[in-house]
């Protein structure tokens, strides 16, 4: 039987109005009363996830941008990794100021910051002229992810490229989705954040299911002993993993309907 259970949010576990159904949030509470751990692993901000899992009452350990964060079930902070600082400074004066068709995102601890002209609002983010960002040690040496995005999609290709050409041996680049291009340390990933986890869990990989949709989620899937992907993932995931089974999308509980049939209806 699994001892971990491992799920992406965007494309997952949440439908396409960025929700936990009724439906899936029963099933992840059935989850939670037994000795099975659950473990979210997204590249969302770590204050989303911890409102989405506060206002449904569900209980989990929480792998945060893209990798480079982990919160446990109690909301405390046990890891966190940091971009390098100068080649943050790098690329955001490479990116923020000659590209205006791409905003730029950056994570810092519990802050989001982006462009001023971004439509983003939330209570955490912050819209940063480029001169208050290149001036500030706080943001350049506490940032622990980038995250571009675009409705061009050639641009963020292009991105991609660039950013590899000229870093690539100080961040991991993927995409989590067509528009959003994400940016973490070096070998800093879900997978990779994942086995560091796993690990203080005393958890084999062998005994993990894990749940995606996205090239951000390759490694972690590749890695855990049991592992689907949604009848919704890109054609990119579904070719590099075409050995993996293929569940039911996200709009229709995919996720919770496997841990229904496969694992709680195993040990009830």
Same mark, same amino acid.
Request: aromatic fraction near 10%.
């Given at each position: 039987m699994y001892k971990a259970i491992i799920s992406d949010l965007d494309g997952t576990l949440l439908n396409s109005n960025g929700l936990i159904s009724d439906y899936t949030n029963n099933i992840i509470k059935l989850l939670n009363?037994?000795?099975? +751990? %659950? /473990?979210?692993?997204?590249?969302?901000?770590? /204050? !989303?996830?911890?409102? %989405?899992?506060?206002?449904?009452?569900?209980?989990?350990?929480?792998?945060t941008a893209n990798g480079s964060v982990i919160h446990d079930y109690n909301n405390n902070l046990i890891y966190y990794a940091k971009l390098d600082s100068n080649v943050l400074l790098e690329i955001i004066n490479n990116i923020y100021l000659n590209d205006d068709e791409i905003y730029t995102n950056i994570f810092c601890n519990d802050i989001w910051i982006t462009n001023p @002209?971004?439509?983003?609002?939330?209570?955490?983010?912050?819209?940063? *002229? &480029?001169? !208050? &960002?290149? +001036?500030n040690n706080y943001i350049l040496n506490n940032s622990c992810k980038i995250h571009f995005n675009s409705d061009n999609i050639n641009a963020l290709s292009n991105l991609k490229e660039f950013l590899n050409k000229n870093w690539k041996d100080y961040i991991e680049v993927n995409f989590s989705? =067509?528009?959003?291009? @994400?940016?973490? =340390?070096?070998?800093?990933?879900?997978?990779?954040? %994942? +086995?560091?986890?796993?690990?203080? %869990?005393? /958890? @084999?990989?062998?005994?993990? /299911?894990?749940?995606? !949709?996205?090239?951000? !989620?390759? *490694?972690?899937?590749?890695?855990?002993?049991?592992?689907?992907?949604m009848k919704n993932s890109s054609n990119d995931l579904k070719n590099k993993l075409c050995n993996l089974e293929i569940i039911d999308s996200n709009d229709n509980d995919g996720v919770?309907?496997?841990? @229904?049939?496969?694992?709680?209806?195993m040990i009830s």
């Open positions: 009363n037994t000795n099975i +751990k %659950l /473990i979210i692993a997204t590249g969302r901000h770590y /204050i !989303d996830v911890s409102n %989405l899992i506060n206002k449904n009452s569900i209980s989990a350990f929480y792998i @002209e971004s439509k983003l609002n939330r209570f955490y983010v912050k819209k940063y *002229d &480029i001169n !208050d &960002i290149i +001036k989705l =067509p528009f959003c291009l @994400e940016v973490n =340390p070096k070998n800093v990933s879900k997978g990779n954040t %994942l +086995k560091f986890l796993l690990n203080k %869990l005393n /958890i @084999e990989l062998n005994n993990c /299911i894990s749940f995606g !949709d996205g090239m951000n !989620d390759y *490694d972690m899937l590749s890695i855990t002993g049991k592992s689907c992907l919770a309907k496997y841990i @229904e049939k496969n694992i709680l209806n």
